[in-house]
C-alpha cells in the first residue's frame, strides 16, 4: 500500500508564504498554501488606493518569477495584488483559501496512513523534524505536517494605543487599516497619529485629496529619507550597509540626512536623536519621503505633540493642548499575533516576536519555519524571496538526510 506523504504547510497566502512555497515546489517538495481569506495577497488588497511599494520593482521581484517592465519603477498596491495572483499561478502553487490555522501542535506520531514524511521520506526518526505538526484549522480541521513555514504577516493585527477616554470618544476613529483614500475627508479637519510610512503618506494624502486641515501626532522624531537620489534607490543603500556596524551606519545616515533631508526642525519636526540603523534594530524602519517634506515646509501638514487621551469630543495631546479635529486616523502600526498560533511551544521572544526566521527552526521546534517577522532596513519582499530559497534549502537537506 502506498502512502500519502505529509506536505509542507505554509501558513498565509501573502509574498512571504507564496514565495517559500514556490522555492520549496521548485526543490521537488510538496508545499500547501493555507489562506484564511478568500484569495492570496489579502493584505495588499486591504491597503489604501495610492499606495506604492517604495522598494523597487526589481528587488522586490519573489523567487522564479519577475515583475514586469510594464509595472514601473515603484509599483502600485494593484500591480502587487496581480502580481501576486500571477505568481501563484505561474508556479502552479496548491492553494487552500478561506480556512485558518488557529494552533500548532507537534505531532506525537504520525497519523494512521500518514507515517511518511511530505518533505521528500523519512519517518521522523532520522531527519531532525520529530512526528512533524498537527495544524487545527477553522471548520475542525487537523492538518498533518511534515514541516510548517509561518508566513502570517508581521502586519497581522491592528495596534490601538489603549488611550484613557478612547471607547468614550464622541469624534470618528479609525485605524490606519481601514483607510482608503481621502474622498470621505475632503473639507474635514483630520489628525494623523504616528508618522512612520504609512501615517506620513496618509497625511499627504489628505492634503491632496482636499481636506481642510491635517495634523500628524508625532511622539518621536522620525528618520526621513529621500526614496531616491539621483536615480538611487536608498534601498540600494539599505542592502549595501545592512552587515556594518550599526554605530557605523548611524554615523553615515546622520550626514546623509543632513545633506539631502532640510531641517524641519522649525515646523515642529526636528531631527531623531537616536539614530537610524539603531532605530531599525529597534523596529522602526525610516520614513520614505513620497511628499512629506514639502507638505510639512508649506505648512498643510502641521506637526503636533502625541496624543494622551481623549475627552469626550476632544484630544488631548502631550504639551497640554486639546484639539477637536473631525477625524482621528491611527497609523500607529500592526501586532505579530502569534501568540494562540504558537506560543505555547516556547518560540516566541518576550516581545511576541519568532525567536528564529528563515532556514533556523527553533532547537525545541524543529521543522517550524518563520519569514516576514523582520523589518529589515534593505525592504521586506526581498528578504522574504532570500529567506525563502533558504528555507526551501533546509527542508529539502532535512528531507534528503531522513530519506538517506
Ligand atoms: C502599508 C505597507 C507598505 C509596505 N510597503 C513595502 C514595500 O514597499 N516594500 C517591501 O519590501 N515591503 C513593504 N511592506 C512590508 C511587507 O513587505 C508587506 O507587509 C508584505 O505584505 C508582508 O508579506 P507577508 O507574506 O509576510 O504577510 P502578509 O502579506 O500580511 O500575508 C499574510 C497572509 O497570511 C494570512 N493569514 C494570517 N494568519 C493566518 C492564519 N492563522 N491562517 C491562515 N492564514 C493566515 C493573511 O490573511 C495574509 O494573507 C509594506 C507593509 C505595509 C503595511
Redesign the pocket.
Same mark, same amino acid.
Given at each position: 500500500m502506498t502512502t500519502q506523504p505529509r506536505p509542507v504547510y505554509v501558513? !498565509?497566502? !501573502?509574498? /512571504? /508564504?507564496?514565495a517559500a512555497a514556490a522555492a520549496l515546489r521548485a526543490r521537488g517538495v510538496r508545499a500547501v498554501v493555507?489562506?484564511?481569506?478568500d484569495g492570496?495577497?489579502?493584505?495588499?488588497r486591504r491597503?489604501?488606493d495610492r499606495? #506604492?511599494?517604495? *522598494?523597487t520593482r526589481r528587488l522586490?521581484a519573489l523567487p522564479g518569477l519577475p515583475m514586469p517592465r510594464r509595472f514601473g519603477r515603484w509599483v502600485s498596491r494593484d500591480d502587487v495584488v496581480r502580481y501576486l495572483e500571477k505568481y501563484a499561478e505561474f508556479h502552479e502553487l496548491e492553494l487552500v483559501t478561506g480556512?485558518?490555522?488557529?494552533r500548532i501542535e507537534p505531532a506525537t506520531s504520525g497519523p494512521e496512513g500518514e507515517s511518511g514524511n511530505g518533505a521528500g521520506g523519512g519517518n521522523g526518526d532520522g531527519d531532525g523534524d520529530g512526528d512533524g505538526w498537527i495544524l487545527h484549522?477553522s471548520g475542525g480541521r487537523e492538518l498533518a505536517a511534515a514541516a510548517v513555514v509561518i508566513? *502570517? /504577516?508581521?502586519?497581522?493585527t491592528l495596534a490601538l494605543p489603549d488611550w484613557p477616554g478612547r471607547d468614550t470618544y464622541e469624534g470618528r476613529l479609525l485605524h490606519a487599516r481601514e483607510y482608503r483614500n481621502p474622498q470621505p475627508y475632503a473639507g474635514q479637519d483630520v489628525l494623523v497619529v504616528g508618522v512612520g510610512? *504609512?501615517g506620513a503618506e496618509i497625511a499627504v494624502d489628505l492634503v491632496e485629496g482636499g481636506a481642510a486641515r491635517v495634523r500628524l501626532a508625532v511622539r518621536t522624531a522620525p528618520h526621513i529619507m529621500r526614496r531616491s537620489t539621483a536615480g538611487w534607490p536608498a534601498q540600494r543603500s539599505g542592502i549595501l550597509v545592512r552587515r556594518l556596524p550599526a554605530r557605523l551606519v548611524d554615523r553615515l545616515g546622520a550626514l546623509v540626512a543632513k545633506a539631502s533631508v532640510p531641517d524641519l526642525s522649525a515646523y515642529g519636526l526636528p531631527r531623531p536623536t537616536t539614530g537610524l540603523y539603531s532605530r531599525v534594530k529597534q523596529g522602526s524602519i525610516p520614513v520614505q519621503d513620497v511628499g512629506l517634506i514639502d507638505a510639512v515646509r508649506g505648512g498643510t501638514v502641521e506637526p503636533v505633540a502625541a496624543v494622551e487621551a481623549f475627552d469626550g469630543a476632544e484630544v488631548v495631546l502631550a504639551d497640554g493642548s486639546r484639539i477637536t479635529p473631525d477625524a482621528v486616523i491611527a497609523a500607529t502600526g500592526?501586532r505579530r499575533a502569534l501568540e494562540g498560533?504558537v506560543g505555547h511551544l516556547g518560540v516566541l521572544d518576550e516581545r511576541g516576536r519568532p525567536r528564529t526566521h528563515g532556514a533556523r527552526t527553533p532547537e525545541q521546534a524543529p521543522g517550524l519555519y518563520f *519569514? /516576514?517577522?523582520s523589518?529589515p532596513i534593505s525592504?521586506?519582499? #526581498?528578504?522574504?524571496a532570500l529567506d525563502a530559497e533558504k528555507i526551501a534549502k533546509a527542508v529539502a537537506r532535512r528531507a534528503a538526510k531522513g530519506a538517506a
Open positions: 501558513i !498565509g497566502a !501573502g509574498p /512571504g /508564504g507564496l493555507v489562506e484564511k481569506s492570496v495577497g489579502a493584505s495588499w491597503h489604501y499606495l #506604492r511599494l517604495h *522598494t522586490s480556512v485558518e490555522v488557529t484549522a508566513a *502570517t /504577516g508581521y502586519n497581522h510610512n *504609512t500592526y498560533l *519569514t /516576514g517577522f523589518n525592504g521586506m519582499f #526581498r528578504e522574504m
